[in-house]
């Protein structure tokens, strides 16, 4: 089952509600600056040693970037066909008469 409280990156014994976290970290790194923000998920926080570690891994990531996405489809592009306007006019008009001319 997903927990609903989490630990605070900065302090381990701090645990507050998931939905409260962000706001609970901007008043905790006021107290310890050290730790690095992941450019995927602002709610991790790491020693710039593990950061590296946890970019490799980070579960946000691949969320942002799936592994499995279909790869990307070009195809050539056609010049459009022209449509005049007789063709698309009523049959109820036998002569194609067309006044924009």
């Excluded at 593990?50 to 592994?67: G, N, Q, R, S, T």
Aim: glycine share 0%; aromatic share 8%; charged share 30%.
């Amino acid at each position: 089952m997903d927990d609903p409280f989490v630990s605070c990156p900065y302090e381990a014994s701090h645990r507050v509600p998931r939905s409260r976290l962000q706001a609970h970290i901007v008043k905790c790194q006021k107290k310890y600056p050290d730790l690095k923000i992941c450019p995927y998920n602002a709610t991790h926080r790491f020693p710039e040693e593990e950061m590296k570690y946890h970019l490799v891994d980070c579960p946000a990531k691949a969320a942002i970037f799936p592994e499995d996405r279909p790869p990307r489809i070009t195809g050539a592009l056609t010049t459009p066909k022209p449509i005049l306007q007789k063709e698309y006019l009523p049959e109820t008009d036998p002569n194609h008469e067309i006044w924009d001319n």
